[in-house]
């Protein structure tokens, strides 16, 4: 009976494992939610350093409640999959969400709107 309940997640773990994802989202402008092994993960991470942008990455494999914080981001913004890319707090999406806002001229402006990018940076 009490394997059961130790694989459900209680309601105060995932309200707290939330709050964390939410505070971590508030604290910094740009931030990529990641597995170390995840290649789209790695696709993003490396065309946010071409372009110069300062982020902040959570691994999530490496974190102690990293299944935990993925399950809330999950259902915050109904995206189960790495990475989970938000830019001045607002939920961009995954790879193929920056990469297209990257094909569309619209990732730099968005990144140097919250000043993760100097105005005078050059575009890829």
Known sequence: MGSMMSSQK?????????NKAKD??????VIVFSKTYCGYCKRVKELLT???????VIELDTE???SDIQSALAEWTKQRTVPN??????????C???????????LVPLLKDVG???NNSAQL
């Not at 209680?10 to 939330?18: F, P, Q, R, T």
């Not at 071409?50 to 902040?56: F, H, P």
């Not at 193929?96 to 619209?106: L, N, P």
Request: no cysteine; charged share 25%; glycine share 12%.
């Open 85 to 94: 890319v938000f830019i001045g707090g607002k939920h961009i999406g995954g």
């Open 116 to 118: 993760a990018i100097a």
């Open 10 to 18: 209680s309601k105060e773990e995932m309200e707290a494992a939330l």
């Open 50 to 56: 071409q372009l110069g942008a300062s982020y902040k």
């Open 64 to 66: 102690s409640d990293g």
């Open 24 to 29: 971590i989202v508030s604290s910094f402008p």
């Open 96 to 106: 193929d969400a920056v990469m297209e806002k990257q094909k569309a001229d619209e």
